[in-house]
């Protein structure tokens, strides 16, 4: 059980700091399409 929860402690920290970014994002626009990616890849990961 170890490993899996350093690999799920690392998509949280991934996922941490694309949030942080997407908000950090001076431009209204870009930080959407951030959000958008990173609600993608949420999908995706749950699909695979």
């Known amino acids: 059980m ?3 929860d350093r690999q799920f402690n690392a998509l949280l920290r991934m996922m941490i700091a ?3 970014g997407a908000i950090e994002e001076k431009d209204p626009e870009k930080s959407k ?11 995706t990961t749950l699909e695979d």
């Not at 399409?33 to 999908?43: A, F, G, K």
């Open 2 to 4: 170890g490993q899996v």
């Open 18 to 20: 694309r949030m942080k």
């Open 33 to 43: 399409e951030l959000m958008r990616e990173i609600l993608t890849d949420l999908q």
